[in-house]
């Protein structure tokens, strides 16, 4: 079965470092998303992202993040200076059509900022 | 304002009993609901899924879930539970065509002997 794969799966990084994560969503999917868990909260949406730009994005996703699809394959989350409340698990998710019913979710990159 | 509620969040049952997840939501249009399970160094993988018709839905690996819209209510069931099953569960509620899911905290099973 296609999946969505996310590297790093774990990433340490210093306070007011940029970091990237990276995702390659599913060959033929359109749609693509960026969810994140804090540890002990809900997983909550940051963005979705569709033809080359944001489609939407919730209150958490401030102008320190931004989102690329540089290349045919990869989607990328940006974050431009951590903080140590940014330290969650970020799940990237991508869909054929955008029907929040078909959402393919990769293994999740867990951010710790120190 | 959209919610949900997983007010468990650690179970642990033996191997071979029934399970029970609840979940309640706060939606303000008819939601679409659904389960995730995410297994250790896996994705979250959906398991069923409610958007309309029968309110008892059956989904993978032998678990159900019904909704019920007068306690709005969307609990997870399996009638006997396996070692395999340990995981955490998530679950979500959505509008159709809508960007997001909104999802709870999770509960973790833990299986025994």
């Known amino acids: 079965e296609p999946e969505v794969t996310q590297t790093p799966s774990h990433q340490v990084t210093q306070m007011g470092q940029e970091v990237i994560l990276r995702c390659v969503p599913i060959s033929n999917h359109l749609y693509f998303y960026w969810y994140r868990q804090i540890l002990g909260q809900k997983v909550e949406f940051l963005v979705s992202?569709?033809?080359?730009?944001?489609?939407?994005k919730s209150e958490i996703f401030d102008d320190q993040f931004s989102v690329e699809r540089p290349d045919g394959s990869n989607f990328t989350l940006k974050i431009r200076s951590t903080k140590l409340e940014d330290s969650a698990m970020y799940f990237c998710a991508s869909s054929i059509n955008g029907d929040n019913e078909k959402l393919f979710f990769g293994s999740g990159t867990q951010l710790s900022v120190l | 304002a959209q919610s949900v509620t997983q007010p468990d969040i650690h179970i642990t049952v033996s191997e071979g009993a029934s399970l029970e997840l609840r979940c309640n939501y706060s939606?303000?249009?008819?939601?679409?609901l659904f389960w995730y399970v995410q297994s250790p160094g896996q994705g979250l993988q959906l398991l069923l899924k409610?958007?309309?018709?029968?309110?008892l839905v059956q989904g993978i690996k032998g678990f159900e879930a019904e909704f019920k819209r007068s306690q709005s209510s969307f609990n997870l069931r399996k009638p006997s539970v396996h070692w395999s099953d340990a995981a955490e569960y998530f679950c979500a509620v959505g509008a159709a065509g809508a960007n997001n899911l909104f999802f709870g905290t999770g509960t973790r099973l833990t299986v025994i002997p």
């Open positions: 992202f569709y033809n080359n730009e944001i489609s939407e």
């Open positions: 409610y958007f309309s018709g029968d309110t």
């Open positions: 939606y303000g249009a008819t939601p679409y």
